[in-house]
């Protein structure tokens, strides 16, 4: 499955420094998502854009910025980070009609040290 | 908010074993569907199914809207049937924000 793309698929990280989460769909949707995968939680939604703009933000904290420059491209852009982020960060599109059946991406595995 | 449920959390088979996974939940919802989980985190689709039945090969699905639950029905099981299913749903309110559930992690023995 390559509709949803995302890079780095690791990433080790202290927490002073910053880092930037990409993802790309070539499926051609309107609507794209952050999602987080903790160890002992379920996945939570973290951001949702529907046609760049942000429709969505589920009570993130502020060293979690989202950027959506186009509809084909999503960026998480991260800052002064904790242990406890520490998780799969997986990215989703979908078209934004009645339905919204998502696609996700391959995630990128987050370790905050 | 919705509440998901799904069972059983585990379930261990031999191969060619059929299995059946069922995911419950709280409120109506406008969007429902089944993912599988490889072992590298890909979240697979299976199904998009809010209501009614779906068959694609050795996989089929069920959801009973009224009754709020869908059950996912795996056949002649192969070992690469193994990793985690989740059922993630949506309400009309918020059709965006898929609620998932806490996964069945399905192991298949050779």
């Known amino acids: 499955e390559t509709g949803v793309t995302q890079t780095p698929r690791h990433l080790v990280m202290g927490m002073t420094n910053k880092k930037s989460l990409k993802c790309e769909q070539h499926l051609g949707h309107n609507a794209m998502y952050w999602y987080k995968q903790s160890a002992k939680k379920p996945l939570e939604l973290m951001f949702v854009?529907?046609?760049?703009?942000?429709?969505e933000n589920n009570s993130v904290p502020s060293r979690f910025s989202p950027e959506c420059p186009n509809s084909s491209h999503l960026f998480l852009h991260l800052h002064t980070l904790q242990p406890e982020d520490s998780a799969l960060y997986l990215c989703?599109?979908?078209?934004?009609?009645?339905?919204?059946?998502?696609?996700f991406g391959p995630g990128t595995r987050l370790t905050v040290t | 908010g919705i509440q998901v449920e799904q069972s059983p959390p585990d379930l261990i088979l031999q191969e060619g074993a059929n299995s059946t996974l069922r995911c419950n939940f709280s409120?109506?919802?406008?969007?429902l569907q089944w993912f599988h989980q490889n072992p590298w985190g890909q979240l697979i689709n299976l199904f998009y199914i809010p209501s009614g039945t779906k068959q694609n090969g050795r996989l089929s699905a069920t959801t009973v809207a009224t009754e709020r639950y869908s059950l996912l029905y795996i056949s002649s099981s192969q070992t690469t049937d193994s990793g985690v299913y989740f059922c993630?749903?949506?309400?009309?309110?918020?059709?965006?924000?898929?609620?998932f559930g806490q996964g069945t992690r399905l192991t298949i023995n050779p």
């Open positions: 989703a599109s979908s078209q934004v009609s009645q339905h919204y059946e998502q696609y």
């Open positions: 409120d109506s919802v406008n969007n």
């Open positions: 993630a749903v949506a309400q009309i309110q918020g059709a965006q924000k898929l609620v």
């Open positions: 854009y529907n046609f760049k703009e942000q429709t």
